[in-house]
């Protein structure tokens, strides 16, 4: 009986597919759009390049930028917020700050690029050029948080630094004025100058505690000197632009919608069709098959 409906095997698939290859069409066309704008950022340690400074532990916390935090903050609720303020979405969108902030979370998305130090921040969104504008917003937002916090560390480091200096200027002085007593005590007239070392004849001269204090008066006054070079690149850098995110590829507005796939749906839609109406023609020639034939008369 197969024999006699050979030809619904080829005629039925095809049309299936068609069917199919039109539905995906119609569905592709009625999905809302999404275009996606993306930037591309790098986030830098606050001192590159310099060394730590000479302070406590505590006060050297958060010198430097651990990058998979700081991605992690790029769309923290902190940032989302002054995002929602900046952007004004709770009058442009009608709701609340908090469900501004909730969307902008599903919105955008930050990732990095392997094997680099960047990351790409991307909002996906129906609305073509608002896309582009909260992307920028949330890398602007970010950055300028992070120079804010930036600011106020490095001057919390000035400040503990120059708190260091008056200690460390303190020190030196007591240390010249018990060297100046011990010069008087032993008669001497004059103290080595900076940068000069005395002989073993001249030190065992002098006496053990002559070169004991001399010694404590040199490494003190040689970390004070370098205290001072560290609190000078320390007030420059504050007075300069911290530079801690670099923009490094600026959001444009998309042309093209990213979402839907209009080929990927169009070539699932034919094949989901054709591979229907496969069984569906084979269901359709047993059927007939089974049916039997009209008696003449």
């Known amino acids: 009986m197969f024999k006699r409906f050979w030809w619904v095997l080829l005629v039925l698939p095809p049309l299936a597919a068609i069917v199919g290859l039109l539905i995906a069409a119609v569905v592709t066309y009625v999905m809302p759009k999404k275009y996606e704008s993306s930037a591309t950022i790098e986030v830098r340690p606050v001192a590159e390049g310099m060394e730590a400074p000479l302070m406590t532990p505590d006060a050297a916390v958060g010198y430097t930028a651990d990058l998979q935090t700081e991605l992690t903050r790029i769309k923290g609720r902190k940032v989302l917020a002054r995002v929602v303020d900046a952007m004004e979405l709770p009058n442009r969108w009608a709701v609340s700050k908090a469900e501004a902030a909730d969307l902008l979370d599903q919105l955008v998305t930050v990732e990095m690029i392997r094997g680099t130090d960047l990351a790409v921040v991307s909002c996906r969104f129906t609305d073509r050029s608002a896309t582009r504008e909260i992307t920028n917003a949330v890398v602007e937002q970010y950055r300028g948080m992070r120079e804010e916090e930036v600011g106020l560390l490095i001057g919390e480091r000035v400040e503990v630094l120059e708190k260091g200096v008056w200690n460390q200027q303190d020190k030196v002085e007591e240390r010249r004025k018990v060297l100046e007593t011990v010069e008087r005590a032993k008669g001497m007239v004059h103290t080595p100058a ?13 006496g053990a505690e002559y070169v004991d204090v001399e010694k404590a008066y040199r490494e003190d006054r040689a970390l004070l000197g370098e205290m001072n070079r560290q609190l000078t690149a320390e007030k420059i850098r504050a007075k300069m632009a911290p530079g801690v995110v670099l923009v490094h590829e600026m959001p444009t507005e ?21 591979l229907l109406g496969v069984p569906l023609a084979l269901l ?12 003449a008369g």
């Open 194 to 206: 900076e940068g000069t070392e005395i002989s073993k004849e001249e030190a065992h001269g002098r």
């Open 254 to 274: 998309p042309l093209t919608p990213v979402s839907p796939n209009v080929a990927l749906n169009l070539v699932l839609g034919t094949g989901a069709g054709f």
């Open 284 to 295: 359709l020639m047993f059927l007939a098959g089974k049916t039997p034939p009209k008696m």
